[in-house]
């Protein structure tokens, strides 16, 4: 599998997108809980991801 420094970036920004909408009061809680499930695992892929990049440097 290969990842470039742009996917790395879009996931880096779709996780920052994803915990200000955590934060937003206005969101309703069905919405409000994707957003917390998707910036969580989000914030897992973006390590795994970085580790795959790294371990196929080596």
């Known amino acids: 599998m290969k990842f470039n420094s742009f996917d790395l970036e879009v996931l880096a920004e779709t996780q920052r997108i994803l ?3 955590v934060d937003n009061e206005l969101i309703a809680i069905e919405q409000r ?3 917390t499930f998707c ?4 914030h897992q892929l973006q390590r795994r991801v970085k580790q795959q990049v790294i371990n196929e440097q080596s």
């Open 19 to 21: 915990e200000l909408l």
């Open 33 to 35: 809980n994707r957003a």
């Open 39 to 42: 910036a969580k695992y989000c």
